[in-house]
Protein backbone atom coordinates (compact mmCIF):
# COMPACT_ATOMS: atom_id res chain seq x y z
CA UNK A 1 0.00 0.00 0.00
CA UNK A 2 1.45 3.69 -1.03
CA UNK A 3 2.15 5.81 2.04
CA UNK A 4 0.83 9.38 1.39
CA UNK A 5 3.27 11.78 2.97
CA UNK A 6 1.99 15.02 4.31
CA UNK A 7 4.54 17.39 3.33
CA UNK A 8 6.06 19.69 0.59
CA UNK A 9 6.87 19.43 -2.92
CA UNK A 10 8.70 21.96 -4.71
CA UNK A 11 8.52 22.59 -7.24
CA UNK A 12 4.41 21.32 -7.05
CA UNK A 13 2.76 18.88 -9.20
CA UNK A 14 0.57 21.34 -10.67
CA UNK A 15 4.19 23.86 -11.37
CA UNK A 16 5.74 21.07 -13.07
CA UNK A 17 2.24 20.28 -15.16
CA UNK A 18 2.72 23.88 -15.37
CA UNK A 19 5.56 24.44 -17.32
CA UNK A 20 5.04 20.69 -19.13
CA UNK A 21 1.60 20.99 -20.91
CA UNK A 22 2.03 23.72 -22.99
CA UNK A 23 4.78 21.31 -24.44
CA UNK A 24 2.55 18.38 -25.48
CA UNK A 25 0.35 18.09 -28.88
CA UNK A 26 -2.57 17.74 -27.30
CA UNK A 27 -2.75 21.03 -25.21
CA UNK A 28 -5.78 23.18 -25.79
CA UNK A 29 -4.69 26.50 -24.46
CA UNK A 30 -2.86 29.28 -25.51
CA UNK A 31 -0.67 30.06 -22.92
CA UNK A 32 0.54 29.40 -19.49
CA UNK A 33 -2.12 27.35 -17.39
CA UNK A 34 -3.78 28.22 -14.61
CA UNK A 35 -4.49 24.88 -12.73
CA UNK A 36 -6.52 23.76 -10.04
CA UNK A 37 -6.09 19.66 -9.13
CA UNK A 38 -9.96 18.38 -9.92
CA UNK A 39 -9.58 14.70 -9.19
CA UNK A 40 -7.78 11.59 -9.86
CA UNK A 41 -6.92 7.80 -8.41
CA UNK A 42 -3.14 6.24 -7.22
CA UNK A 43 -2.04 2.76 -8.12
CA UNK A 44 0.29 0.75 -6.03
CA UNK A 45 3.92 -0.15 -7.11
CA UNK A 46 4.19 -4.15 -5.37
CA UNK A 47 7.48 -2.92 -4.55
CA UNK A 48 6.86 0.50 -2.74
CA UNK A 49 9.38 2.30 -4.84
CA UNK A 50 7.56 4.13 -7.42
CA UNK A 51 4.42 6.63 -6.54
CA UNK A 52 2.00 6.30 -9.32
CA UNK A 53 -0.78 8.54 -10.12
CA UNK A 54 -3.77 9.31 -12.60
CA UNK A 55 -4.12 12.46 -11.83
CA UNK A 56 -7.29 15.10 -13.71
CA UNK A 57 -6.16 18.34 -13.60
CA UNK A 58 -7.73 21.77 -14.81
CA UNK A 59 -6.73 24.49 -16.49
CA UNK A 60 -9.02 27.69 -16.68
CA UNK A 61 -6.85 29.99 -18.41
CA UNK A 62 -8.84 29.83 -21.60
CA UNK A 63 -12.44 30.72 -22.54
CA UNK A 64 -13.73 27.13 -21.39
CA UNK A 65 -12.48 25.25 -19.02
CA UNK A 66 -10.51 22.15 -19.74
CA UNK A 67 -9.16 19.19 -17.43
CA UNK A 68 -6.47 17.05 -18.24
CA UNK A 69 -5.55 13.83 -17.69
CA UNK A 70 -2.43 13.08 -16.51
CA UNK A 71 -1.03 9.68 -14.97
CA UNK A 72 2.34 9.94 -13.33
CA UNK A 73 5.08 7.89 -11.92
CA UNK A 74 7.12 9.38 -9.21
CA UNK A 75 10.59 7.48 -8.98
CA UNK A 76 13.57 8.12 -6.85
CA UNK A 77 16.09 7.60 -9.87
CA UNK A 78 15.95 8.11 -13.00
CA UNK A 79 14.20 5.73 -15.53
CA UNK A 80 16.96 3.89 -17.52
CA UNK A 81 16.32 4.09 -21.23
CA UNK A 82 13.13 6.64 -20.80
CA UNK A 83 11.94 8.18 -24.18
CA UNK A 84 13.62 11.69 -24.49
CA UNK A 85 9.52 13.43 -23.93
CA UNK A 86 8.75 10.63 -20.43
CA UNK A 87 10.51 13.52 -17.90
CA UNK A 88 7.73 16.16 -16.91
CA UNK A 89 10.33 17.52 -14.00
CA UNK A 90 11.84 17.04 -11.23
CA UNK A 91 10.80 17.91 -7.48
CA UNK A 92 12.22 17.83 -4.25
CA UNK A 93 9.96 15.77 -1.69
CA UNK A 94 10.22 17.02 2.29
CA UNK A 95 10.34 13.42 3.15
CA UNK A 96 11.45 11.57 0.28
CA UNK A 97 14.33 13.64 -1.28
CA UNK A 98 14.64 14.01 -4.92
CA UNK A 99 12.26 12.71 -6.90
CA UNK A 100 11.77 12.28 -10.61
CA UNK A 101 8.33 12.88 -12.41
CA UNK A 102 7.64 10.63 -15.57
CA UNK A 103 4.74 10.55 -18.10
CA UNK A 104 2.69 7.74 -16.81
CA UNK A 105 1.74 6.63 -20.18
CA UNK A 106 5.79 6.30 -20.54
CA UNK A 107 6.53 4.34 -17.84
CA UNK A 108 6.42 0.64 -17.88
CA UNK A 109 5.63 0.46 -14.27
CA UNK A 110 2.72 2.30 -14.35
CA UNK A 111 1.84 0.78 -17.87
CA UNK A 112 1.90 -3.03 -16.20
CA UNK A 113 -0.03 -1.80 -12.72
CA UNK A 114 -2.73 0.27 -15.04
CA UNK A 115 -3.19 -3.74 -17.35
CA UNK A 116 -4.02 -5.27 -13.85
CA UNK A 117 -6.16 -3.03 -12.97
CA UNK A 118 -8.04 -3.11 -16.49
CA UNK A 119 -8.10 -7.18 -15.40
CA UNK A 120 -9.44 -6.83 -11.98
CA UNK A 121 -5.72 -8.09 -10.39
CA UNK A 122 -5.66 -4.94 -8.31
CA UNK A 123 -7.65 -1.97 -6.97
CA UNK A 124 -7.43 1.76 -7.41
CA UNK A 125 -6.07 3.84 -4.38
CA UNK A 126 -8.10 7.30 -3.43
CA UNK A 127 -5.39 9.59 -4.46
CA UNK A 128 -5.04 11.51 -0.90
CA UNK A 129 -6.23 9.12 1.53
CA UNK A 130 -3.78 6.42 2.81
CA UNK A 131 -5.16 2.49 2.67
CA UNK A 132 -8.27 3.92 1.07
CA UNK A 133 -9.40 2.40 -2.03
CA UNK A 134 -11.63 4.56 -4.68
CA UNK A 135 -14.48 3.09 -5.42
CA UNK A 136 -15.41 5.37 -7.94
CA UNK A 137 -12.94 4.01 -10.56
CA UNK A 138 -14.41 1.37 -12.39
CA UNK A 139 -12.17 -0.86 -14.84
CA UNK A 140 -12.87 -3.50 -17.27
CA UNK A 141 -11.42 -5.25 -20.45
CA UNK A 142 -12.91 -7.83 -22.25
CA UNK A 143 -9.84 -9.32 -24.40
CA UNK A 144 -6.93 -10.72 -23.77
CA UNK A 145 -5.07 -9.49 -26.55
CA UNK A 146 -5.56 -5.08 -26.38
CA UNK A 147 -3.55 -2.02 -25.95
CA UNK A 148 -4.21 0.83 -23.80
CA UNK A 149 -5.03 4.51 -24.70
CA UNK A 150 -4.64 7.09 -21.97
CA UNK A 151 -7.52 10.17 -22.88
CA UNK A 152 -5.65 12.88 -22.11
CA UNK A 153 -8.86 15.34 -22.55
CA UNK A 154 -11.29 14.41 -19.84
CA UNK A 155 -15.33 14.94 -20.76
CA UNK A 156 -18.19 14.45 -18.13
CA UNK A 157 -20.17 11.63 -19.42
CA UNK A 158 -17.92 9.92 -21.67
CA UNK A 159 -18.09 6.75 -23.14
CA UNK A 160 -15.97 4.58 -24.79
CA UNK A 161 -15.93 4.43 -28.29
CA UNK A 162 -17.67 1.40 -29.83
CA UNK A 163 -14.97 -0.55 -30.84
CA UNK A 164 -13.07 -0.53 -27.27
CA UNK A 165 -13.05 -3.51 -25.67
CA UNK A 166 -12.25 -2.18 -22.06
CA UNK A 167 -12.27 1.06 -20.21
CA UNK A 168 -11.36 2.77 -17.25
CA UNK A 169 -13.46 5.78 -16.10
CA UNK A 170 -13.16 7.67 -13.01
CA UNK A 171 -14.56 10.57 -11.36
CA UNK A 172 -13.13 14.00 -10.48
CA UNK A 173 -14.83 17.71 -9.72
CA UNK A 174 -16.01 20.19 -12.52
CA UNK A 175 -17.25 23.28 -12.36
CA UNK A 176 -18.98 24.43 -8.77
CA UNK A 177 -17.93 21.20 -7.57
CA UNK A 178 -20.05 18.94 -9.07
CA UNK A 179 -18.71 15.82 -9.50
CA UNK A 180 -18.86 14.06 -12.73
CA UNK A 181 -17.68 11.12 -14.40
CA UNK A 182 -15.89 9.93 -17.57
CA UNK A 183 -13.47 7.84 -19.45
CA UNK A 184 -9.68 8.26 -18.66
CA UNK A 185 -8.65 5.34 -20.38
CA UNK A 186 -9.61 3.53 -23.69
CA UNK A 187 -8.59 -0.13 -24.58
CA UNK A 188 -9.11 -1.52 -28.08
CA UNK A 189 -8.08 -5.00 -29.22
CA UNK A 190 -4.18 -5.58 -30.06
Known sequence: MSIIHRTTLKPTKLELLTDWLPKQPWYRGAGTPELTKAGGFRLDDPAGEVGIEFMAATDASGPEPVTYH???AYRGAPLE???DDAL???TEHGV???RWVYDGAK???AVRELTALLKGEVSAHAQSIDGALDPTVHAHVTADDARSEIVRILEAGAKAPDDAVGEVSA???AEGERRVRGVF???RAG
Request: aromatic fraction near 4%; proline fraction near 14%.
Open 88 to 90: IGT
Open 81 to 83: DAP
Open 70 to 72: VPM
Open 107 to 109: DPL
Open 185 to 187: VVV
Open 171 to 173: EWL
Open 96 to 98: LGK
